[in-house]
């Protein structure tokens, strides 16, 4: 087991390796990066361009920008006609685009090496500290949700597995599909329309993680805030995840218990508990836990961008969306290598509980 755990952590150099490799060269094609909104700041608001390059130009680049509108000349950058080829190589240099595209991309892999993101092109904050900033929302949605949907949906897999054709069956499984069916953010929306103040009932707020007095409340009543905020935004996450986990639980279990183990321990006189519990449920449950990875990840970080948008919940999510669409690269390349190695590294850990659940697993004998 060691030799596989050390091969799969070595696997992972050349895989993010290559998922920022690729992702440099599509951002070298995208069009409106940092510096032409930079430009277009400079060509539709001249105040707020002095502001954006204080102490980064000098006096003598600030004296150009009178001149800026009488100054012409061919520029790469869309828009830039009219701008003083000195302003353009200042915010070149601001940026980091002064240098050629494969030295940018070894400087950010030798940095992010050291766990060194940079700095947010938007705030003058390092990338971490804007990813500790955003993680409470995303730690509150991802853990609950997780938590929540396997908690209800393993049960009443087994549940409907063992009940398989019955009317409670049926009904669950109608109600199920119902709720695949319907996006959550559509969902949250009706959630915000009867309960959050919309055309009917006003019980729960419509935004924020906490109360503005929070920190002022008594740590019980802290506690019913924290879920008070969080009761719409769940119910709205909790949708599409209850249904696939319940259905991949009942066709797993259902899977196992027609199999011929499960005849052989009931003629050797276990009942249905011990069958279930002792034999079916550690084969039927691998398949949940190689779902695992995808489903924490997901919830964790990206599955609930637009209920965070929704419920105005700054998290994660949105903080990712916002820095590909302003071009943010220090945030978008960071959240992107912090992510991929989480990813990376919990799939690792979902394969070492396979061997703590069946230790018949054995990954040394094949092949990464």
Not at 106 to 114: D, K, R, S, T
Not at 135 to 146: D, N
Not at 201 to 217: A, K, M, T
Request: glycine fraction near 8%; aromatic fraction near 14%; charge should be negative.
């Amino acid at each position: 087991m060691g030799a596989y755990i050390l091969r799969r952590l070595l696997l992972i150099i050349p895989t993010i390796f290559g998922i920022l490799a690729l992702s440099f060269i599509i951002v070298q094609f995208a069009p409106g990066g940092p510096v032409e909104q930079a430009i277009a700041e400079l060509t539709g608001q001249a105040g707020n361009a002095t502001d954006r390059l204080s102490g980064s130009t000098s006096d003598g680049a600030n004296a150009n920008l009178d001149q800026a509108s009488s100054t012409e000349f061919s520029s790469k950058y869309r828009g830039s006609q009219g701008i003083d080829p000195e302003i353009i190589a200042q915010l070149e240099k601001e940026f980091g685009f002064d240098k050629p595209p494969l030295e940018r991309f070894a400087h950010m892999v030798w940095n992010y090496l050291q766990f060194d993101f940079g700095t947010s092109y938007r705030r003058d904050i390092t990338v971490i500290d804007y990813i500790l900033e955003k993680m409470p929302v995303s730690i509150s949605l991802g853990l609950w949700i997780t938590l929540l949907s396997y908690g209800i949906s393993i049960p009443l897999g087994i549940s409907k597995a063992l009940k398989d054709g019955s009317r409670f069956d049926v009904w669950t499984s109608a109600i199920i599909i119902i709720a695949y069916a319907v996006p959550g953010f559509m969902f949250g929306i009706m959630l915000i329309v009867l309960f959050a103040g919309g055309s009917f009932w006003d019980l729960f707020p419509l935004r924020g993680l906490v109360s503005d007095n929070f920190e002022q409340l008594p740590w019980y009543e802290q506690i019913i805030d924290y879920f008070w905020h969080l009761t719409l935004p769940l119910c709205a996450l909790i949708l599409s995840a209850f249904a696939t986990t319940t259905l991949l639980t009942k066709n797993s279990f259902l899977d196992e218990i027609k199999k011929q183990y499960v005849l052989t321990a009931k003629a050797k006189g276990l009942n249905d508990r011990q069958v279930l519990y002792g034999h079916v449920f550690r084969n039927a449950m691998l398949i949940i836990i190689a779902g695992f990875p995808g489903a924490f990840i997901g919830a964790f970080f990206t599955g609930s961008l637009l209920i965070e948008q929704i419920f105005s919940l700054d998290g994660l999510g949105l903080l990712g969306f916002n820095s590909i669409v302003y071009r943010d690269y220090p945030v978008v390349f960071g959240t992107l290598y912090i992510f991929s190695l989480m990813g990376l590294l919990v799939s690792l850990i979902s394969d070492l509980t396979y061997t703590w659940i069946d230790p018949r697993i054995d990954f040394e004998t094949r092949d990464v």
